[in-house]
């Protein structure tokens, strides 16, 4: 009786450590090699996404004078750097600009410094963006304030992709999940072994 008690209790602890290393976000099955991405960040260096490699990556699409949506998630964003600890280093946020006729490189490299100074800033021309949505699925939309007949808000996709360290795209998180979710899913990709 003992022995078929304990049996029922490593059989649920089993259980339990593989849900804790199940990621909390949508999942790509089977994961793909994340769409590269190369251009000038808003700092002036030059980026390219496969020189992240060793590092949890997460994308966000957005723009500077989004009112609701961008600023939360990169609130929670770095949060989540914040409660990483020792893993903190191993996150990298890149945040891409749907709107590049207002979100010029300065532009875009203050705003992320209101959030965290680690973030990148991607801007480029209506193509090259375009072209970077394309790849990712992601939709943007300019909606013009009515009443005015130059002020504009950009409706868009508001999903996290995460990015493994070998470079895949690993899942995608809806808008308004709690920091916590992103720490679990960024400590489960960066705590992985790689596979051959």
């Keep these: 009786m003992m022995r078929a008690a304990l049996f ?16 909390r976000s949508g999942t790509f099955d089977p994961p793909r090699m994340a769409p590269q991405i190369a251009q000038q960040a808003a700092d002036g260096k030059d980026f390219a996404l496969d020189k992240l490699r060793g590092k949890v990556v997460v994308l966000e699409f957005g723009y500077t ?9 990169l609130a929670l964003l770095k949060q989540a750097r914040d409660r990483l600890g020792p893993l903190r280093d191993k996150l990298q946020v890149v945040f891409i600009t749907v709107d590049p006729q207002r979100d010029t490189a300065p532009r875009l490299k203050a705003y992320l410094e209101q959030f965290d100074a680690s973030f990148v800033g991607l801007t480029g021309s209506e193509e090259q963006l375009a072209a ?4 990712y699925g992601i939709s943007a939309t300019k909606k013009m304030v009515e009443g005015s007949k130059t002020d504009y808000t950009m409706g868009h996709s508001s999903y996290l992709y995460f990015i493994d360290p070998q470079g895949r795209l690993r899942a995608l998180m809806p808008f308004g999940r709690p920091a916590d979710d992103i720490v679990h899913d960024v400590t489960v990709l960066a705590s992985e072994q790689p596979r051959k």
């Excluded at 029922?8 to 990621?23: M, P, R």
Aim: proline fraction near 3%; aromatic fraction near 0%.
């Design 8 to 23: 029922s209790l490593l059989l649920a602890a089993a259980g339990a450590a593989g849900a804790a290393d199940k990621l």
């Design 65 to 73: 004078s989004c009112a609701d949506v961008c600023p939360v998630s």
């Design 132 to 135: 970077i949505r394309k790849a």
